[in-house]
């Protein structure tokens, strides 16, 4: 699940680093562009249904080579 922060104020970098740590793929400041903000969870959302795709490939050709 990806996981995108927006924040309206200043925040540290070390705070920044942390979110990227427990999984945070976007981070937002104030003031948002919608169109940015659109385009870039479009992009985060599209990058996800690939890594399924991928991964349910992976699986399948694994499972076939341990079938042979």
Do not use: C
Not at 17 to 26: D, L, N, P, W
Not at 32 to 45: H, L, T
């Amino acid at each position: 699940v990806p996981v995108i922060i927006m924040s309206s104020d200043f925040t540290p970098e070390e705070k920044i680093e942390k979110a990227y740590e427990y999984g945070a793929t976007e981070n937002f400041y104030w003031p948002f562009n919608a169109k940015v903000i659109q385009r870039r969870i479009n992009n985060v959302v599209e990058m996800v249904r690939e890594e399924r795709v991928y991964s349910k490939a992976m699986k399948e050709q694994l499972l076939e080579r341990e079938n042979e």
